[in-house]
């Protein structure tokens, strides 16, 4: 099953694509005798465990649907309850083109790299990546796959990782590179408004094989940028979710970003950084595109 976070006549609502029509999910649980749920993270919180019963459910049942193209994605995760926790330097060929620019350094990272993007509202599919000049002259795209947490754990066995999966969607880690620099901490280069694309939707885990092998890609103005596949991240994912749950709680709806492959715009010579105007589109093979229209003021 696909979520959605969409807007409708103005109005705010969660929902289920299937193909290209959206139902409603409070509807849905409703007609099941459930609790209605006011945003995504309490939704995976409540119902992570029923969503094979909520898909089979909705298969016998007829529901009022609406036309993908008649709604406004918003991001799947719009607020997040905590910053979005993102790996650094999780793909070889990224690795190599970051140190070959002496921005970072040391090589292939020997325990994965966290930091986390400190974001009020995730921007949706088809808005608007939007800056000022004024904070920052160097903004760069990353697409990543980002794993959304389905249940609350802590000390988690590699073997028992998929458990604690909802499922996947796309973000395309938007990074001020000269604040990256300049702060010497990458928060404040991460975090700025409109810097965490995501969507368009959330996958179910039950869709995605797993170990997840996908293409990932990304391109700018129709150009090929980044293409790779998520079976080259250097922590993956269940080893991800073992490591940083070593005395680290996480819990339903938490977000974690895997990282970026190589092809970000500052790894080209000359840097192909993005302009006012630019469509950044970021692609992962099963889960969809996120397309993004860059705004510099
Ligand atoms: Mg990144």
């Keep these: 099953m696909r979520f959605v976070n969409y807007k409708y006549n103005k109005r705010e609502y969660l929902g289920v694509l299937i193909d290209d029509k959206v139902i409603e999910l409070n509807k849905i649980l409703v007609s099941l005798g459930k609790a209605r749920v006011n945003s995504m993270s309490e939704f995976i ?15 016998g049942k007829e529901f ?4 993908l193209v008649d709604v406004k994605l918003s991001a799947p995760i719009e607020r997040p309850r905590r910053n979005v ?3 650094g330097k999780n793909y070889v060929e990224h690795v190599k083109e970051v140190d070959s620019m002496g921005a970072s350094g040391d090589g292939i990272p020997k325990a994965p790299i966290y930091f986390t993007k400190a974001i009020n509202i995730c921007t ?16 760069d795209y990353e697409a990543e796959l980002a794993v959304v947490i389905g249940k609350e754990g802590i000390n988690i066995k590699q073997e028992e ?11 395309n880690d938007v990074s001020a590179r000269d604040l990256q620099a300049r702060h010497s901490q990458w928060f404040k280069g991460k975090s700025l408004d409109t810097f965490c694309p995501m969507g368009p939707t959330i996958v179910h885990k039950r869709e995605i094989p797993f170990p997840v092998e996908l293409n990932i890609g990304s391109s700018v103005n129709g150009e090929v940028r980044q293409n790779s596949n998520t079976k080259n991240l250097i922590f993956n994912i269940a080893y991800i979710i ?16 895997t990282g970026t492959p190589s092809g970000v715009g500052i790894g080209f010579k000359p840097e192909k950084l993005l302009k006012n105007g630019d469509i950044v589109e970021c692609n992962i093979e099963r889960i969809g595109k996120l397309t993004n229209t860059v705004v510099v003021e």
């Design 45 to 59: 919180g409540i119902y992570n465990d029923e969503i094979q019963y909520i898909e089979n459910s909705i298969k």
């Design 64 to 67: 009022e649907t609406i036309p």
């Design 85 to 87: 926790f993102c790996l």
């Design 124 to 139: 949706g599919d088809m808005d608007e990546i939007r800056f000022s000049k004024s904070v920052t002259k160097k903004v």
């Design 161 to 171: 990782a998929e458990d604690y999966i909802f499922g996947y969607t796309i973000i």
């Design 242 to 257: 073992s490591d940083i749950s070593k005395g680290f709680t996480i819990k339903p709806g938490d977000i974690i970003s």
